[in-house]
């Protein structure tokens, strides 16, 4: 798990065992500290209000969003919801369409966050049968929200950058090639992943 620090810790002193440029970057940088995020249908609600659009506006669409439909929004009534309703809680149609499918799935017993399963792949072929939710969503909501230790989501952009800059490659390395590196690192791929977000993030010490 990497939902603490000491089990954070455990895991990048492991990988750090098995590759020497993890072991210069905590020199550099430090450590990372965990990212937690709660667990459960309104993080994926909130990943489906964020995705493609800035930080400030995807604050303010949930604020629209939570004001309409309530701190726990409350699912009946946005699956009835008509995209101009939903509009005006600041969804696009596109959105309206992927947040009506995960309340659909949710309140169906389709997807039940309390028992996903434990194999990582299954957890996440899982997750992505919600419209909207891509691997990569799936995989940020294992790692952060339920501490995977090896879930890694080699799709993002930060990771694949930093992860080339701190493996002196030249230029970015393609997700499948990311992948390939990272295999010989399990079972603490999630560790190099949020390594490599705080070395992106943060000044030298």
């Known amino acids: 798990m990497v939902a603490t620090q000491a089990s954070l810790d455990a895991c990048v002193d492991a990988l750090c065992g098995l590759e020497p440029a993890f072991a210069r970057a905590i020199e550099t940088y430090g450590r990372p500290e965990p990212r ?4 459960g249908h309104v993080t994926l609600m909130r ?3 964020g995705q493609q659009v800035s930080v400030a506006a995807a604050s303010s669409m949930w604020n629209k969003l939570e004001n309409a439909y309530g701190a726990d929004p409350d699912l009946a009534a946005i699956r009835a919801a008509d995209d101009a309703t939903l509009r005006e809680a600041g969804l696009s149609r596109q959105k309206a369409g992927y947040m009506r499918s995960l309340c659909g799935m949710v309140e169906d017993g389709e997807v039940n966050f309390d028992h996903l399963p434990k194999d990582d792949e299954e957890a996440i072929a899982e997750l992505t049968k919600i419209k909207g939710i891509g691997r990569w969503s799936a995989e940020i909501y294992l790692l952060f929200s339920e501490g995977r230790q090896d879930v890694f989501p080699a799709g993002d952009l930060a990771v694949q950058v930093q992860l080339g800059r701190l493996l002196e490659r030249e230029e970015r390395p393609p997700e499948k090639l990311v992948r390939e590196w ?3 690192w399990s079972p603490h791929r ?3 992943a949020i390594l490599a977000w705080h070395t992106y993030n943060n000044e030298p010490l």
């Open 36 to 39: 937690l995020r709660p667990t």
């Open 47 to 49: 990943t489906i209000v």
């Open 182 to 184: 990272a295999e010989p």
């Open 190 to 192: 999630g560790s190099a």
